[in-house]
């Protein structure tokens, strides 16, 4: 594997999910504080081991859904900036 493929899908998945989390929060990011836009962040870098790895094997045992994968996984990290920004 190229060793640099790991680190492309770190940052797509990242903009995936940003994208996300803007679109869905449009108000709440707009009247947000640099602090609770931070929170938001944290909670999606928290999860993002565990929602990688779970991509990774997803993605190996059955490659076919790769793609759908990949967007799970960026709605997954979407959730918890979500959850934080909404105080869910």
């Known amino acids: 594997m190229n060793p640099h493929i790991p ?4 940052t797509k998945l990242a903009e995936a999910a940003l ?8 108000k709440e990011v707009a009247a947000a504080s640099r ?5 938001a962040c944290a909670a ?9 790895d779970r991509l ?5 045992a059955a490659p076919w859904v790769g793609e ?3 967007h799970a996984a960026a709605l ?8 934080v920004l909404r105080k869910v």
């Open 68 to 70: 759908m994968a990949f």
């Open 19 to 26: 994208t996300v989390l803007v679109r869905t929060c449009r």
């Open 44 to 52: 999606m870098r928290a999860k993002a081991r565990p929602v990688i």
């Open 76 to 83: 997954e990290l979407a959730q918890a900036g979500i959850s």
């Open 35 to 39: 602090d609770e836009l931070e929170a």
């Open 56 to 60: 990774f094997d997803d993605a190996r």
């Open 7 to 10: 680190d492309l899908l770190a």
